[in-house]
């Protein structure tokens, strides 16, 4: 008898055809993640899942689901998944890190290129008919090139961001809970730095933290004051690691000169000061959306399940049972 799965959003047709072929699959076709009280209902049978960083696998959840062997989230970031209770009941949790890397840098550098150049704003001006004509300080923005980067969190993610940065010519600085390797350094060519002084001497501040109790607000009121007044934060990392509320503040008076943003405290919801202000740009959390590698990573959470419910270790289980 094959064992019995939840897939609780909308996929793509070739991960629900490979995982028929070892499973009995249960799938949710609309793109937003269930209501609590329907996920329960429907893993309260369950083997295993594929779920989105939007469903919340907690102990209340998984007290409900007694045959759950092994939760697979279709993302890199986990902390929608309650992994220490996972791990005292035996079951697996496992996540998609390396499948995104690319994509993920690459949207950074839209949103720090966006911001430098004041596109979004630049672009309301013109659909809203107020072009007349060219002139000198004409929505001016700042250089990229020559300028330089402070990356906090040094992971595949930021290590592929300083590679795009290689080619504007950027001087890249970098703070990690843990220094890199010097050879690393030297490859890359990247300088380590502590968390204060790159806050104060880089023109971007860019985030790729993961988001943890350790990380909550880490960039807060006090460590925006630290940054250049013409300093840009991007972050496309998680919501929560920036107080939004201070962001905005320092957004509104000229603290900092602008911010880009793919992630938010509470999304979908977020605080609706942000659609007050010109010099922030704004995506609803598509740091991954490709559509080659949103397939990726929802197959490798498939393949991950599979592993599981054959009694084998997933390639990319993030605890120990």
């Given at each position: 008898m094959?064992?019995?799965?939840l ?31 329907k ?19 907690d ?27 996972c791990t ?41 008919g ?11 923005g ?36 843990s ?8 490859e ?10 790159l ?32 300093g ?17 503040a ?29 010099n ?5 959390h ?9 397939l990726?990573?929802?197959?490798t ?20 049972v």
């Amino acid at each position: 008898m094959k064992p019995r799965v939840l897939v609780t959003a909308e996929v793509f047709d070739e991960v629900l055809e490979y995982l028929r072929e070892h499973c009995e699959v249960e799938a949710n076709l609309e793109p937003l993640s269930p209501s609590a009280d329907k996920l329960r209902s429907q893993l309260a049978d369950k083997d295993g899942v594929v779920c989105m960083l939007t469903d919340r696998i907690d102990d209340a959840l998984l007290a409900a689901c007694p045959q759950l062997k092994a939760v697979c989230n279709v993302a890199v970031g986990y902390n929608n998944i309650d992994v220490a209770a996972c791990t005292a009941r035996g079951i697996r949790v496992t996540n998609t890190p390396g499948v995104l890397d690319e994509t993920t840098a690459d949207l950074v550098f839209t949103l720090l290129l966006a911001t430098a150049r004041r596109l979004t704003e630049a672009e309301m001006y013109l659909r809203n008919g107020q072009w007349q004509g060219w002139h000198l300080r004409q929505l001016a923005g700042v250089d990229v090139h020559g300028s330089t980067m402070g990356i906090i969190g040094m992971g595949r993610i930021g290590q592929a961001i300083v590679r795009r940065a290689s080619g504007f010519n950027m001087k890249v600085i970098y703070h990690n809970r843990s220094r890199l390797d010097g050879a690393v350094e030297r490859e890359l060519g990247v300088a380590y730095a502590g968390f204060d002084e790159l806050m104060g001497a880089a023109d971007f501040v860019v985030l790729q933290v993961p988001y943890s109790q350790a990380t909550h607000h880490l960039i807060d009121a006090a460590a925006l004051k630290k940054m250049k007044r013409s300093g840009i934060l991007i972050n496309a990392a998680r919501g929560g690691v920036v107080d939004d509320a201070a962001l905005i503040a320092a957004l509104a008076d000229g603290t900092i000169r602008a911010a880009g943003l793919d992630v938010f405290e509470n999304e979908p919801r977020f605080n609706p000061g942000f659609l007050d202000l010109k010099n922030v740009v704004l995506a609803p959390h598509i740091g991954s959306s490709t559509e080659g590698t949103r397939l990726a990573m929802a197959m490798t959470a498939a393949r991950n399940l599979v592993a599981a419910l054959q009694g084998q270790r997933p390639p990319n289980q993030v605890n120990e049972v």
